[in-house]
């Protein structure tokens, strides 16, 4: 059966700090890996990693994908209050739908 | 606003009723998807549609559910005869699906999210 787990679970920093999140997937075809961020709402859309070993950036945070080792993960430099939010792990397996299968998260916390 | 709309935002219903909630895509995009997410989960996929032709369905999905896309735009999740444990977020997604790049990413509505009392 196909997964995405995702660890830690929960995680509470204070500002400033750096954090990384991990992803590792289990799935029968691959064809991308996506990270979302979610508040009090719907996910919005962050990386789309389809090649392994090249890092995505954008502003604070980057991402790299890990063919070999099957996982991702997600990096935050000096973290900020708004950065507290769900961040999902999403692998697409590609075919005809290219429905994601998610990760249950990891709940980041960022103290002042 | 030109991102997946929802409607509506919030539904509380009575056991046994029926729902319909309405999702409207990100004009270009060929695919929709429904999603639904519980509380500490992620997403679970549910249904897929590319343009009008409704191509995946989970076995989530029980006969309680049918969705449509009837003109390959807006799409419709109804649920019949709601039970307790239909509460949730309902998710809808839109992507491209135009071949390389990109164009796969799926960008995500509001949600609707449902309390079934």
């Known amino acids: 059966e196909d997964k995405v787990v995702q660890s830690p679970l929960s995680l509470v920093v204070h500002e400033g700090d750096t954090v990384t999140l991990n992803c590792s997937y289990e799935v029968t075809n691959f064809r991308s890996l996506l990270w979302y961020k979610q508040e009090k709402k719907a996910p919005t859309f962050l990386f789309m990693l389809t090649s392994s070993g090249i890092e995505k950036k954008s502003g604070r945070l980057s991402s790299i994908l890990d063919k070999k080792e099957l996982s991702s993960i997600l990096n935050i430099t000096a973290t900020q209050t708004g950065d507290s939010a769900i961040y999902l792990c999403?692998?697409?397996?590609?075919?005809?739908?290219?429905?994601?299968?998610f990760g249950t998260g990891t709940l980041l916390a960022v103290q002042p | 606003d030109t991102g997946v709309s929802q409607n509506p935002r919030h539904k509380i219903t009575k056991r046994g009723q029926n729902v319909t909630f309405r999702c409207d895509p990100i004009?270009?995009?060929?695919?929709l998807y429904w999603y639904r997410q519980t509380l500490g989960q992620g997403p679970e996929f549910l249904t897929y549609f590319q343009n009008e032709a409704q191509l995946e369905k989970s076995r989530l999905l029980s006969d309680r559910f049918s969705a449509e896309r009837p003109k390959g735009s807006f799409s419709t999740l109804e649920i019949q005869r709601t039970e307790q444990g239909d509460s949730a977020m309902y998710l809808c997604?839109?992507?491209?699906?135009?071949?390389?790049?990109?164009?796969?990413?799926?960008?995500f509505g509001p949600g609707t999210r449902l309390t079934v009392t």
């Open positions: 997604a839109s992507s491209q699906g135009l071949a390389g790049g990109s164009s796969y990413e799926q960008y």
């Open positions: 004009s270009e995009h060929n695919r």
């Open positions: 999403a692998v697409d397996r590609g075919g005809a739908t290219n429905k994601l299968i």
